[in-house]
């Protein structure tokens, strides 16, 4: 059984959480020449998941499309931090 969009939602907020270092220490976030600017991504993409988990508590409903962005933007956030050497593959 599928699950509804708010659980899918929850669930990919949470697999997000788990898979990008949010604690990082800024100090650590530029040490040299970057593919894009991992302090930025990563503060994006927590702006991104506090709005959508307000949205969630306020009772909105996401659409699978929605769903389906913040997928999208996070394996792309992901992709420039393994390339930046922040997160392993592993």
Known sequence: MKPCPSMAMLRLIADIRAAVPFDIPESSLCL????????????????????????????????????????????????????NNFISLG
């Open 32 to 83: 040299g020449p970057c593919a894009g600017c991992s302090k930025k991504l990563i503060e994006f993409l927590d702006d991104q998941l506090c709005d959508w988990q307000s949205k969630l508590d306020a009772g909105y409903e996401p659409r699978l499309g929605d769903i389906n962005k913040l997928a999208k933007t996070a394996k792309k956030i992901h992709k420039v931090l393994v390339k």
